[in-house]
């Protein structure tokens, strides 16, 4: 057998442990599930030197392969970072039960009790990249809401996953959750995630954390559904009604408050009518935070008038997703130029309109079609903790099955039950 | 270029109508869409001999094709089959709005009004078969829930299809929707369907109507998501405290009620314990009704002494949708084994259980993993209508987004409207 082969193998196996296993879960109750889960952060605990120990032997060939710091602090563990995963477990354990929930009830004309009732999806697989502290997070998650995981880590963090995910798999077990309940696979390259990818049938829902590489090698490639997260490629549009101070302070948090985030407006869209007044002071904000200006030709020009220094736009610049301090800058002839700009290039995720003009915040919000669509407010605040949502698996930016930051009841479904008494249909 | 590549170009063309129509759709009014729909049907009635006309010529073809009778059957339409289903869309048009509804709304603590607002998919592909009239149902379900629809019938149905189509297309537009709301694509072989199975961020989802290769195709081959309706390999399954009056009944109506529908029991599964007690009784009934009983060595013993007569079944009779007056019947040491074979080989439709025991009734419920689960009554009720569900769509078989029967909030979505007052996120 191949290499390739016995890595497709090891995840159809463990795909299919977990499948096993996600049937018995199914039948777990909320204080079985809850006591599982304190028990997994407290084996996290007691495990917290082993895992360091595993993770410096993870940094050290990073290292010594040239990996960028970067992505080196990512993969890194310390007692601390343990520690903060096994209360990260324990947050979790203490979040409401998302099962059994009884979305509705009634009694069909013919006698029988239709019920709906909320119920674990099954097997979930979760694809990430460098992060170790995924593997606990991920295991956490899709044991509070009953469903048995199937771990694929980055090959950077072989060890550290490895490592977290036995030993969070051995407390589950021993506090009675079903052998299989979490599933790691570690060996084999792109085969084995390719091997989960089609595992129709045995893993219910596949959800990539990571690059939008990542994200869209799992949609072209899977035949199990995705829940698509987190690429945004966010704008702000300052619409010709806008207050100044909004603009540039909801123009600056959106694109400064973190670079690297999905949130992060990645383009500046202002009315033609407004942008002398404007973009002189929003641009020059930018500046100075260091973000490069990457301008249309009369964005460019106002620009220069006000002595700020900007570079070219082209066509790429509209499509990128920067996560870096660049902005594309653009002016619009108005508001059915920017929804149409937004239309094109928008990734679904969070848009913005500054404006003071009720009618204009009407057509925004009705017209732009995106998870989160904002009114005078930053793009910043797409987030599950913000919404009031606990235990944020991600953003999802497709529109089935969860849209915008999805927690727990995302890895839900539901089924009908209906008690009859030996009703038989005409 | 090539017939393939025109296929291909065509069906992009008319996906990308659909979806710049769709932006125009998502802020028509209730009144604006119902109307609509009353003039669709209207001219459905006033082209309704055009129609009947189209639809002769496609008859014929199919005949001197040699294609076999209960094909024409669906495919054929006289005046009568075309009034109703100008009736059924009328019948769409009176139904209650799925859009604008405020899912949640809440005052976050840093000022932003957030909602939840209910809002359509965008542009939604319907792929099917033979019958013309689910040319003008999915045209009104979509328009109905403020989609644009992309159809795609079979090429048995082609002169009749596309005629539909455009007279449909033509009242909705007259009726102020925007041009493209409803596109037929009709030339092209797999090509054109595979077009639209591809095209990611234009079709929002694809609803496959037919049969199970059908969804199968679109499944493996679609990077846009897929909503799978439809094929059930249900299980009746008489546990040991099982009333025999309800078992006759119950696997005999999940059976026979229809042979080629999705809901229809395929096999039947029954306890060690209780089958000498139960069989000769459920299986003469299912063979008056001419039903071919495949049977395992147990069940064929049990029969034999009853004189009843039977054929061996073989694995591919557990994984077989007969659609057809066949059933497989498998003795089973309990409700354990039941549960596995059921896991096993269902299709996550509908599973029912005969039972007096609450304790099974309860560990059937909970472990079953499939859109329906029924005590003591016939898998013939699953079916939107008979869930109280008005202008069923289809019956999803999948976990994510709709499970079960569904209606015109499957085609809907919702998305985050975020109003604030300058707010940024520290």
């Not at 674990?120 to 697989?125: I, K, N, S």
């Not at 170790?132 to 880590?153: E, K, Q, Y």
Request: proline share 3%; charged share 25%.
């Amino acid at each position: 057998m191949s290499d390739s082969d016995a890595a497709r193998r090891q995840a159809r196996q463990a795909a299919e442990r977990a499948k096993a296993a996600s049937r018995g879960l199914a039948r777990t109750t909320d204080a079985q599930r809850k006591a599982a889960l304190f028990a997994m952060a407290a084996a996290l605990r007691s495990q917290s030197a082993r895992i360091v120990g595993a993770n410096e032997l993870d940094v050290a060939e990073a290292r010594s392969a040239g990996t960028a710091e970067s992505l080196i602090d990512r993969l890194f563990l310390d007692e601390g970072r343990v520690e903060s995963m096994a209360r990260a477990i324990e947050e979790v354990a203490r979040l409401a039960d998302p099962l059994g929930e009884v979305l509705e009830r009634r009694v069909l004309p013919n006698g029988i009790e239709l019920s709906r009732v909320r119920c674990p999806l099954g097997a979930v697989a979760v694809i990430y990249e460098a992060r170790p502290n995924v593997t606990a997070d991920a295991a956490a998650i899709c044991l509070r809401s009953g469903n048995a995981a199937v771990l694929r880590g980055g090959s950077i963090a072989a060890r550290t996953n490895a490592l977290i995910a036995s030993v969070l798999s051995d407390a589950a077990t021993s506090s009675g959750m079903p052998a299989g309940c979490i599933e790691y696979v570690g060996a084999g390259g792109h085969e084995a995630a390719e091997e989960l990818m089609r595992a129709r049938g045995v893993i219910d829902v596949l959800v990539p954390r990571g690059s939008r590489r990542l994200i869209d090698a799992c949609v072209e490639n899977s035949t199990v559904p995705v829940i698509e997260t987190g690429t945004g490629n966010c704008h702000v549009y300052l619409h010709r009604s806008a207050d100044a101070r909004k603009a540039a302070d909801i123009a600056v948090n959106s694109k400064c408050r973190r670079f690297g985030v999905c949130n992060a407006a990645e383009t500046l869209l202002v009315d033609d009518e407004a942008a002398e007044a404007l973009l002189p002071a929003v641009l020059a904000d930018l500046r100075k935070r260091g973000v490069t200006l990457h301008v249309d030709e009369r964005a460019g020009l106002i620009a220069e008038r006000a002595g700020i220094a900007t570079v070219r736009a082209s066509e790429a610049d509209w499509e990128c997703e920067y996560l870096a301090p660049d902005i594309a800058v653009r002016v619009v002839s108005g508001i059915g130029e920017a929804l149409e700009h937004i239309e094109r290039y928008g990734t679904r995720h969070s848009e913005s309109i500054v404006c003071e003009d009720p009618n204009a915040a009407d057509e925004f919000t009705a017209s732009v079609d995106a998870a989160a669509v904002y009114v005078n407010a930053s793009t910043g605040f797409t987030d599950g903790g913000e919404f009031g949502l606990r235990a944020e698996i991600g953003i999802s930016t497709q529109k089935l099955h969860v849209r915008g930051p999805f927690a727990l009841e995302g890895l839900t479904t539901y089924k009908y039950v209906l008690r009859g008494d030996g009703q038989v249909r005409a």
